[in-house]
């Protein structure tokens, strides 16, 4: 049996390496009858709809609270935060709850579909456009794609 040649692998990812260009990862969601893309950096965990407890007296955006492995999450509708004209849509087998990192709270965001993500080199993505609920502007083959802004969700 032959031995390996450890050089010659990490030649080869060396190799690979070198010609490695740094991508800024999204994912394409569809929620209230809009489809955006968010930064997966931005993305904790994306989870199976679980049941939302309401809040009594809580703003109308806020949903409820929800448990995620003993987590505690404010659920929010992004439509009404985001003046979307369509309302959330009953939960359906692909309905998912988005998990987003912030710094002061547990915060979930209910969407109708997470349907793709995308790899983009880092050159390629717009610089911040500067708008309250979008960062830019994404054209990924015909379509045309608001980067949301995850802080825009918290005003």
Known sequence: MAGLDIQAIQDAKDALNEDKVPHSEFMRVSMNGATFVLPVDDVLSVVRPAVITPVPMAPDHLLGVTNVRGQ?????????????????????TQTRFILLRHERMHLGIWVDAVADLYSIPTAEVPADSGDKHSKGILNIGSETLHILRVSALLD
């Open 72 to 92: 505690i999450f404010c659920m929010i509708d992004p439509g009404k935060v985001l003046k979307l004209e369509q309302g959330i849509k009953d939960k359906t």
